[in-house]
């Protein structure tokens, strides 16, 4: 158990909806990560948050959005949902940036239908 | 930005045989080159890690190799057994990079098989 709680763990939605991705981090680490896993896609990075604050972007779409939460929680909210949006999404959290390792949640995977 | 790739896509070995996975890194100021692996239904995690002052690291049956000249680092399993089979990916970092996640760019992963 990494220690970092991710819900829903399974999500079937529609085209065109919108959903949302809770992540619990480790206790205690300010950073928090979130990763799409697509089919032969590997870890695409999608966005870095630490301490309440926006840190880095990565292959994050416009339709995407997320945020950190004073008590360090985060949401992914994924809106007007495509076929192609169904993967595997993965929250992952540490002490700092710049250092060390990486503590993956189990994942919420998205089916959109 | 970092371009991490990673190979195989698939490895099958016979049990007690040794596994490598090799990865290749574009960008020189690349320091810290980890390795997860995920098994099926779980997410990645680390099995060991590398910076760039070190050529080697072992821990029990895993060892890293790292190449800074060549840009390439590679996983070495040997006297593999069932619960090795999973996904590995291979990554690098670099603070410098700008591309965000502390510069972490993830390998598209391997797949490894342990054939009994």
């Known amino acids: 158990d990494s220690g970092v709680t991710q819900t829903p763990k399974h999500l079937i939605t529609a085209t065109g909806q919108r959903v949302t991705l809770r992540c619990s981090p480790r206790s205690g680490d300010l950073s928090v990560y979130w990763y799409q896993q697509s089919l032969d896609q590997g870890l695409q990075f999608l966005i870095q948050y630490y301490n309440g604050e926006e840190r880095a972007k990565g292959n994050i779409l416009e339709r995407f959005s997320a945020q950190q939460f004073p008590d360090l929680h985060s949401e992914l909210n994924l809106s007007s949902l495509e076929l192609g949006d169904s993967a595997l999404y993965f929250c992952?959290?540490?002490?700092?940036?710049?250092?060390?390792?990486?503590?993956f949640g189990e994942g919420s995977r998205l089916t959109v239908l | 930005g970092e371009n991490v790739e990673q190979h195989p896509s698939t490895l099958s070995v016979q049990e007690g045989d040794s596994a490598v996975i090799k990865c290749t890194y574009s960008?020189?100021?690349?320091?810290?080159f980890p390795w997860y692996k995920q098994e099926l239904g779980k997410g990645p995690q680390l099995i060991i890690d590398i910076r760039s002052n070190v050529g080697e690291k072992k821990d029990q049956r895993i060892a890293v190799t790292l190449n800074k000249t060549a840009k390439h680092f590679s996983l070495h399993i040997t006297e593999t057994q069932p619960e090795d089979s999973a996904v590995y990916f291979c990554?690098?970092?670099?603070?410098?990079?700008?591309?965000?996640?502390?510069?972490?760019?993830f390998g598209k992963g391997t797949h490894l098989i342990i054939q009994p």
């Open positions: 990554a690098a970092s670099s603070r410098y990079s700008g591309g965000g996640a502390d510069g972490l760019t």
């Open positions: 960008d020189s100021a690349s320091n810290y």
């Open positions: 992952a959290s540490k002490y700092r940036s710049n250092t060390g390792e990486l503590f």
